[in-house]
């Protein structure tokens, strides 16, 4: 999470955003991460948190939401942005706000993580983070795609809505 938080506090810098608010939901995004399937599903349900059907089938993903509710309630965060971006850590949105591309690309390229292309991301990211938001998606989506595993509609029209514009140069 320090990583993480560092990484968007970088990018954050980079474009001009709040670097407190990127450190803010750097640190706390994956609060209930460690949390089982069954614990995220019953927060939900308690808390009356959207639970569509993806996250239903692949309840980690909603660490994200529950991480959310979490900053929210027990650590007083009270910023939309912050806890948007904490709450769209896991399935990229259209539309999402420059603080949510921050959190979800620094999560995706922090220095941590040793994949082949992560650090040309990273720096990508300093430059353009819709750029690096397509080559995160792109990444997620070859990923899943190995795998048989179902895509999220949000991440297709995410895809679809940048490839036509960096496809050429990501
Ligand atoms: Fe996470």
Redesign the pocket.
């Known amino acids: 999470m320090l990583c993480?938080a560092r990484t968007a506090e970088a990018f954050a810098r980079a474009h001009d955003a709040s670097r407190s608010a990127a450190r803010t939901a750097g640190i706390l995004?994956?609060i209930a991460?460690e949390w089982t399937p069954a614990a995220l599903l019953e927060y939900a349900r308690e808390h009356r948190l959207p639970v569509d059907d993806f996250e239903r089938a692949a309840p980690l993903l909603l660490?994200?939401k529950v991480?959310a509710d979490i900053a929210r309630r027990e650590f007083g965060v009270t910023d939309p942005d912050t806890l948007a971006a904490i709450s769209t850590?896991?399935v990229v949105q259209p539309s999402m706000t420059e603080l949510q591309k921050i959190l979800f690309v620094a999560?995706t390229v922090e220095p941590t993580r040793t994949y082949e292309g992560r650090a040309a991301l990273a720096a990508t990211a300093l430059r353009s983070l819709d750029e690096a938001l397509l080559g995160c998606v792109k990444a997620s989506i070859e990923y899943l795609a190995a795998r048989n595993v179902p895509i999220a509609p949000q991440t297709l029209e995410v895809y679809n809505a940048l490839v036509t514009r960096y496809g050429t140069t990501a």
Do not use: E, I, S
Request: without cysteine; glycine residues 10%; hydrophobic residues 20%.
């Open positions: 993480v995004h994956d991460r660490h994200a991480g850590h896991t999560d």
